[in-house]
């Protein structure tokens, strides 16, 4: 490849860690070129659908604290740079036995990176948040800073950054082709061909296609989440209602994911076949990939300040108990999420009590007078809950739009172009099982349902680092359905990682090369 570079960097798929990628690598000064199938923020990929929960005691393993950690700080530095509410500190709880993963694997990153953090019976659960009607053998633990992310609006945060230090965005421009020979990448897509120093690929569930060549064990997971209408005032029937599967923008949000009426079930053949020359081809695999970033599940802030010990919970951050969570707020300065102000309606604090959530093992003492206050953010961290081996789902406290909630892990594999975009009545039933032993107040008609991809590894951890064969081509995924809160920190690895070659965090647990052979 004789012909000189257009840009520093190209950044092939511009999601939630490809957008971030092209803010940092710009504010460094860079020549970036961005490109991405669709328009984002979309919802045809793993970075849409208005939220996804940040959390601190990592129950996946230790190693992702240090790094969530800088992500906190990421996103506080996004919303003040741009003035968006980006992340509402809710609480996080994490459900199960004793013996299971979820919990051991939350109170083991806590200790050992000495957060705060509360373990919680079921009895003090189903006391302190009474939407949960939980069997006595789950325990819990409960840690202060987790809470919820806009990804929507996170993605456009960054975008707009990247612009404004001049990065070249081109959007429904699908990723063809790309080549690399020596120190110098050539990317080829349905408009043009760009040359670069170098090429960061954040393709999300077009990893597969992408790095065809390279045999990863990667798997595209097909997942399906539902919003509960809390505020209709009768339980749902045992049939669920049609399912709606639009798209509607966050409140107040700039996002662009709404549905445009274009058909994107089919794409034309991809033209570049392989190259024999010196340089790598990589022609991309059945139909051009949709160049797209991972998100991943979900996964953060809260409106506790600091946990309650009381009736056999234990703190372990030495902080004064607090009696009634209603009563803490989000920290001062920070911004409440949206219109559904953690602080709004003190009045709800004086309502007759109302016992709304009867049955066995729930308690009578103090459940609210309407089923849209038990999952309000005050009243409903967000949780992940893991049943039993194989099955774990989540869910986020109603901030206007309902209770949403989804199963873990849970979907058919897929490819990327031929999945079913749409959410069915089976999908939802699933979910709907789930709701009416554990959450039966949410037990409502659906106001909408959402296909979400995970791209996931064998061992459920990241993919991020250079190519194997060649180092000018960084990769920044699979995420395994976790990655979405960790985007301004691995955009910023990934900025290291092409300027400098090297990064400050150890990424071995995240080369490709563990997945080869």
Same mark, same amino acid.
């Given at each position: ?45 793993? @970075?849409?659908?208005?939220?996804? &929960? ?26 003040? =740079? ?25 109170? /083991? ?7 705060? #953090? ?56 699908? =990723? ?16 043009? %061909? ?55 923008? #966050?409140?107040?949000? %700039? ?10 079930? +089919? ?9 024999? @020359? ?31 010990? /009381? ?7 030495? @902080? ?54 038990? #999952? ?11 049943? /039993? ?34 959410? +069915? ?11 009416? %032993? ?16 995970? +791209? ?17 081509? &960084? ?10 809160? #960790? ?5 910023? =690895? ?8 090297? @990064? ?6 995240? /080369? ?6």
């Amino acid at each position: 490849m004789s012909h000189p570079p257009i840009a520093d960097v190209i950044v092939a798929g511009l999601g939630a860690a490809g957008s971030a990628a092209a803010y940092h690598l710009a504010r460094r000064g860079a020549r970036v070129v961005g490109v991405d199938r669709y328009t984002p923020p979309h919802a045809m990929g793993s @970075s849409h659908g208005r939220s996804r &929960i940040i959390r601190e005691a990592y129950f996946e393993h230790p190693l992702y604290v240090p790094l969530v950690r800088e992500a906190y700080m990421g996103w506080e530095e996004l919303e003040a =740079l741009t003035g968006r509410r980006l992340y509402l500190r809710t609480g996080g709880l994490m459900l199960g036995p004793a013996d299971g993963t979820v919990v051991p694997g939350a109170r /083991r990153s806590a200790l050992e990176h000495g957060l705060s #953090f509360e373990e919680l019976a079921a009895e003090d659960v189903r006391r302190r948040f009474p939407a949960w009607h939980l069997p006595d053998d789950v325990v819990g633990i409960f840690e202060p800073r987790a809470g919820m992310l806009d990804p929507e609006a996170a993605i456009a945060a960054h975008l707009d950054l990247a612009r404004r230090h001049g990065a070249e965005l081109r959007f429904d421009e699908p =990723l063809l082709s790309w080549r690399a020979e020596g120190d110098a990448v050539e990317v080829t897509t349905s408009r043009a %061909t760009y040359r670069a120093a170098r090429l960061v690929l954040a393709v999300g569930a077009w990893t597969p296609r992408v790095l065809a060549p390279l045999g990863l064990p990667l798997v595209v997971e097909r997942n399906v989440v539902a919003w509960f209408d809390t505020t209709v005032g009768r339980a749902a029937s045992r049939t669920a209602p049609p399912v709606s599967t639009a798209s509607p923008g #966050f409140g107040g949000s %700039t996002a662009r994911h709404e549905s445009t009426g274009r058909d994107y079930s +089919t794409a034309p053949d991809a033209s570049t076949g392989p190259d024999d @020359s010196t340089g790598h081809d990589n022609a991309i695999a059945r139909d051009e990939p949709t160049v797209q970033d991972e998100p991943t599940v979900q996964d953060e802030p809260t409106v506790r300040d600091e946990p309650t010990a /009381r009736d056999g919970s234990t703190a372990h951050d030495g @902080s004064t108990a607090h009696d009634d969570p209603a009563d803490r707020g989000a920290p001062p300065g920070r911004n409440a999420w949206s219109a559904a102000d953690v602080l709004a309606d003190p009045e709800a604090r004086s309502r007759p009590a109302v016992d709304i959530v009867a049955g066995a093992g729930a308690r009578s003492d103090p459940p609210l007078a309407r089923a849209e206050d038990l #999952f309000a953010p005050e009243r409903f961290p967000v949780f992940v809950h893991e049943v /039993r081996p194989g099955l774990t789902w989540y869910g986020f406290p109603d901030t206007g739009d309902g209770v949403k909630l989804g199963i873990h892990h849970s979907g058919e594999s897929t490819d990327p172009e031929t999945e079913r975009r749409e959410a +069915t009545e089976s999908d939802v039933a699933r979910i709907r099982e789930l709701v009416r %032993t554990y959450l039966p107040a949410a037990d409502r008609p659906v106001r909408e349902a959402a296909v979400c991809l995970y +791209t996931n590894a064998p061992d459920d951890h990241f993919v991020l680092g250079p190519h194997p064969d060649h180092p000018a081509v &960084i990769v920044v995924s699979a995420c395994s359905g976790h990655g979405f809160k #960790f985007a301004p920190v691995i955009g910023e =690895l990934a900025a290291e990682l092409s300027l400098e070659g090297r @990064s400050r965090h150890d990424l071995t647990p995240f /080369r490709i090369e563990r997945l080869l052979g």
